[in-house]
């Protein structure tokens, strides 16, 4: 790995939101991807305990100049879920204030569940780049799990958010979920990703927190369905 690049695996429940019960059985990843040199970086869906991953990001002399979201989904963005309000980007935007950037298809659910304003967000398409200081973090439009999905590839790190995990992938019986997109997604959008890129989930899910794209192409069977009649029937 380029050892300009800074990148921070943090997991809910373990390394910051100890003392919240959901926090832990969500089991989300929250990331830091930036600059080592400039002392710059990202957070990718900050949630939970905002404070806690500011405070990740200060013990090893990082700055957060900007966040990522790669759905709108509670647990990656905060908002009511479960009858629990989760924290989120409303939180950080008063600790830490910064742009969010979003697919533009995102924006909406963002918002809604937020309370962000438009003035508060960046809107992308897919293939757009978000630059932290010398380095560019390259956004994937990668819809199935939700319509405006985007994983994020930052040289040899592929953060993938909800749409791959190490085992299986994201669900697409939620509101906005979209099965035969997910195939094409796996199957075409991100064929190109070379074995070696690390793939980082969404949540921790597998017997590792992440591993080489060629080894979740060899273990992850949903990467391994050969035409789309296969996978509807494989997802019933």
Known sequence: MDAQLYVKQLRAGRDFGQHDAMAGGMANFVYLVGDRAAGECLVVDPAWDVAGILAAASADDM????????????????????????????????LSPCKVHVHKIEAA??????????????KHDGGDRV???????????????TPGSICFRCGDVLIAGDT??????????????????????????????????????????????????????????????PDLPTWRRFMG
């Open 131 to 145: 630059a932290v200081g010398g380095l560019d973090v390259q956004l994937l439009h990668t819809p199935g799990h």
């Open 63 to 94: 700055r957060i100049t900007g966040a990522l979201a790669t759905h709108y989904h509670p647990d990656h963005v905060g908002g009511p879920m479960f009858g629990h309000s989760v924290e989120g980007l409303a939180q950080l935007m008063e």
């Open 109 to 122: 659910g963002v918002k809604m569940l937020t309370g962000l304003s438009d003035s508060d967000l960046v």
């Open 164 to 225: 791959l995990f190490l085992q299986g992938c994201g669900r697409v019986d939620l509101p906005g979920g979209d099965s035969d997109e997910m195939w094409r997604t796996l199957s075409q959008r991100l064929s190109t990703i070379a074995d070696h890129v690390m793939l980082y989930p969404g949540h921790d899910y597998g017997d590792r927190p992440h591993a080489s794209m060629g080894d979740v192409r060899r273990d992850n069977m949903t990467l391994r369905i």
